[in-house]
């Protein structure tokens, strides 16, 4: 079963700008926090942002400033706006979401979806 669709990637320029979304089941009970990896050819999968469900974020250094993490408690959808894209950036973006449960927590994935910025 799906329970994280992610959307919103393609190709941009250098300096460009793209909106992913990833958007949860409503079937996740109780989630925590939401955010984002990434993973570009030749390179190690790196976490990039996340948000709180309180609303306090966090973001890997090589984004602050160009990129903003967001979310929907309601709709228990996040939201990843990022500008001045570089090439550097151009990766498989994962969103999670983290799940408190009494044995432990659970994350749950994105498909992915490809960004791919050009120089």
């Known amino acids: 079963q799906v329970q994280l669709v992610e959307s919103g990637g393609g190709l941009v320029q250098a300096g460009g700008s793209l909106r992913l979304s990833c958007a949860a089941s409503r079937n996740i009970f109780s989630i925590s926090t939401m955010g984002w990896y990434r993973q570009a050819p030749r390179k190690e999968r790196e976490w990039v942002a996340h948000i709180r469900s309180g609303g306090s974020t966090n973001y890997v250094d090589s984004v602050k400033g160009r990129f903003t993490i967001s979310r929907d408690n309601t709709e228990n959808t996040v939201h990843l706006r990022m500008n001045s894209l570089k090439p550097e950036d151009t990766a498989v973006y994962y969103c999670?979401?983290?799940?408190?449960?009494?044995?432990?927590?659970?994350?749950?994935w994105g498909q992915g979806t490809q960004v791919n910025v050009s120089s």
């Open positions: 999670y979401a983290t799940s408190p449960q009494s044995m432990g927590v659970k994350w749950f």
